[in-house]
């Protein structure tokens, strides 16, 4: 067993050495540790964003405090700008505007909502070359003109605004050079043409009155109306890199419930007169009478320009036009005079039949979708040709580069096997021009489309990858003469088809496919004509990802480099890689730290990437290709150094089969060698990789690893992998091993050691603290308790069942609990309840949709009626975690207190020594609503 020091520095130093757990302790040189009056300050580092030149970086802050702002770095200078409560930051393209939204404070929020006063934004505007800046008042939302040399802004609708029909607000364009601004009203959709400067617009005003379609050019002044009627548009939608324009207009007709819509098309806006095309459903030759064009779809224009596809589906007609309509099997209202039945209100009933392919909840939860389920249709616009593409058959259907064909998939032949067992489809070719299908292939689980350049379909079959090609119609094993796997074979799960490490994208022309296998990019011949590593992370057991830096690109462009992240599985160091054309994969950043982000400026050899550590705060570092000389650009939370800190290191351990894991281990702020410290133990599955994550302090967190070291105690993240049908044992076999494993340095006193966990995490605390001693307290988070009731349970945010996730997901069980019931008997927490000797805190919201909060009361009336040290936590109207503030922080606050009894000797409460009575906690909630600044944890 090892364990690897790590060396605080802007270059990290890599050293592995024998784990015998003799680290020199971090003085802290009189500082103290951080406390709950100390989180506010703390920060989170947002996503940073380049000027397209890369001599500006904008980046958000967050603050536990709620108090937010947006940095704005020049990078060829110290220049820093700070706007409180800014987001949202855009560049222009030609690098010489910023600009940001400016929200409010939360506490300015509150008094405006409880003033029943409208919220609203501000925009920033920023002029980089002379510095200059503006803020513009009440506006919404904005966008660059693509050439950056215009800007739109939409402003809030009116006051009472909100019950009107007309969605229409004013537009602001502005012209950057001048300062000049142009109003438009009554806008409800803009969009400006991609390389180009037009600006398209749809007008819906009150009365519709005036509504249209309007196309603005900013460097002429010229206003054009495309079209105008009493009708509403929508669904405005350029031609990508053109000047083709296409909207829907809505068309309502009194026989139906919902409205159709009408298809207009220009080409050559950028020329003096567009040309107008019109698709009218109605007088389309060939459309269906009784379906509709959709506004859900959004329009997509083929790429030749000569195609507008868009969605379709059936027609409702309204009650009172339906012609012998169906009567239903039961009729309630049949027997009883029209007039009481009219007077009655209708049963809320609900029918779940057992052959629901879908149970009855998730298709309420997936309604919506299922009510915008349409059909892809072509209008081939220059012979104004209408053909349908999606059917029955073929419900969703994804179109190939070049427009010409498309790819159909159909499910319903396997609907019963996805109740309970993977997804499988069957795949069709669609010709484009005449809707024709043709089978493709059957029962494939994993469909990865059409290759970039429209050559190919990929899909995964029995552990290996094949393509499709559409010209010929073969089908080709493309990996099964190349000497590594593609599919994670190690992965856990119950299933037969184990997942693929998927792939990086196609070359150019679909030449090459770059695929992953478990460390390494291989280069594959989609001809199945062979395949070349590009990567060397099999030998040191290091992983190799593409890191895409251009958000644009079609293809991988080989002729350029390619930029890897790359991470050790075992040393757990991060960094970045490069393969440039005809030389050998070069590392270029490996640190003792989480590294991450790698963006590129658009027009600039100008890279930025995020270093960070669990004592090191995240900041971006700047740099050129080589990532070589990278300098700190970026500084967050530069008080930490006013406070004592702890670090972080790896240990390793075995399972009692051998299986070989590593945990996390983080040191109290205040470790002294000589010292005995008091430990807890987090728990999910996969842990190790956290050994370098940064954690904010934060007392709306309730597992936070910052605030568990900043209080004395060690914390441990281990690892845990699992064998079929054994979760819980599973769990076990990894935490006992793990946690001795530090015992052995002596630096933990064994008899202070607790365990906690939410969700999965949370069950194996729940089932652990059944099967061993070791833990003097538990706290568990919305366990599972009871596997075969949770089986046969629904997982209520999607509606599902959770029997899917307990036999090939997460719950590793691979059958029904009725074909291995001594299986999910050993594995529940509640049926080894008079084994449970360690006190338990358990917490659930009575609205959990993920696991049942029955789970929670089921554990709490067994170790009720065992006899049994247990503390239920029950937070009304919360789901799978707490998403209130006053919750979040309670919740936080009893995990303290818990552990800070058990594990250190703290007085207990009176909730953990004797529990709270309804009254009691009725008189307290009335306490802290007049004295709101009473932490929730100083009520009982």
Known sequence: M????????????????????????????????????????????????????????????????????????????????????????????????????????????????????????????????????????????????????????????????????????????????????????????????????????????????????????????????????????????????????????????DRYEDSTHVILAWAGLAGRDGRKHIFDPDSAAGFPSDMRI???????????????????????????????????????????????????????????????????????????????????????????????????????????????????????????????????RDLYVIDASTGAASEMKKRVQYNFGPSSGGNYLLYLMDDHYWTYHFRTGRHTNITEDVPTSFVDIEDDHTVEQKPPFRFAGWTEDDRYILIYDKYDVWQVDPRGAGATRLTNGAEDQIRYRRTRLDPDEEFIDMAQPLYFSTYGEWSKQYGYARLRRGRETEQLVALDANVSRLVKAKDAEVYAYMVQDFDDSPDYFCAGPDLSDSRQVTQTNPFQSDFAWGRSALIEYETEWGKRLQGALFYPADYQPARQYPMIVYIYEIRSPTVHTYYVPSDRSAYNTAVFTSQGYFVLQPDIVYRDRNPGLSAVAAIEPAVQKVLETGMVDPDRVGLTGHSWGGYQTAFTVTQTNMFAAAAAGAPLTNLVSMYLSVYWNTGSTDARIFEISQGRMEVPFWEDVEAYIANSPVFHVEQLNTPLLLAHGTEDGAVDFNQGVEYYNAARRAGKDFVMLVYEGEN??????????????????????????????????????????????KNRSKKAETPPSQVP
């Open 2 to 253: 090892y364990l690897r020091p790590i060396a605080r520095a802007l270059v990290y130093m890599v050293a592995i050495a024998a784990f015998n757990f003799s680290l020199q302790a971090q003085s802290t040189d009189g500082k103290r540790p951080i406390t709950s009056d100390d989180y506010g300050q703390w920060e989170r580092l947002g996503m940073a964003r380049f000027s397209a030149d890369g001599n500006w970086m904008a980046y958000p802050i967050s603050r536990v405090n709620e108090e937010t702002e947006l940095r704005v770095r020049r990078l060829d200078g110290d220049e820093l700008i700070v706007v409180p409560y800014g987001a949202n930051a855009a560049f222009s393209e030609d690098s010489r505007w910023l600009a940001y939204s400016i929200g409010v404070s939360e506490e300015e929020r509150e008094k405006l909502e409880e003033q029943k006063e409208p919220v609203r934004n501000k925009l920033g505007l920023r002029n980089l070359v002379t510095g200059d800046s503006v803020v513009i008042a009440d506006v919404a939302a904005f966008t660059f003109s693509d050439d950056g040399a215009y800007l739109a802004m939409r402003r809030y609708a009116p006051e009472g605004a909100n019950d009107r029909k007309a969605k229409g607000v004013d537009v602001v364009v502005r012209t950057l050079s001048s300062g000049l601004d142009i109003n438009f009203g009554n806008v409800s959709e803009f969009a400006w043409q991609e390389e180009g400067t037009l600006l398209a617009m749809l007008v819906d005003a009150a009365g519709e009155a005036g509504n249209g379609v309007q196309v603005f050019d900013p460097t002429t002044g010229v206003l054009r109306t495309l079209d105008s009627r009493t009708a509403r548009y929508t669904g405005l939608t350029w031609k990508p890199e053109d000047d083709e324009l296409a909207v829907l207009q809505v068309r309502g007709d």
């Open 294 to 424: 959709v506004s859900f779809r959004r329009l997509r224009w083929s790429d030749d320009g000569e195609t507008v596809f868009f969605g379709i589906k059936d027609r409702e007609l309204r009650p009172d036009t339906a012609a012998d309509s169906t009567e239903s099997a039961y009729d309630s209202t049949a027997a009883k005079p029209q007039a009481e039945a009219d007077d009655e209100k209708p049963s809320t009933v609900q029918i779940w039949h057992a052959a629901d392919v879908d149970l009855y909840p998730q298709q309420k939860v997936n309604a919506n979708r299922d009510r915008e389920k349409n059909f892809l249709a072509a209008w081939h616009v220059r012979e104004d040709r209408f053909v349908q593409l999606g059917t029955e058959l073929t419900e969703d259907v994804t179109l190939v580069e070049g427009d010409q064909l498309a790819v159909g998939t159909d499910q319903t032949p396997y609907e019963n096997e996805r109740m309970f067992g993977p997804v499988y």
């Open 880 to 925: 799978h975690g707490n998403s209130q503030k006053a919750n979040q922080i309670d919740y936080h606050n009893r995990i303290v207190e818990w552990f800070g009894h058990y594990l250190k000797g703290e007085p207990a409460p009176d909730w953990v020594k004797q529990g709270v009575s309804f009254l009691d906690q009725e008189k307290a909630k």
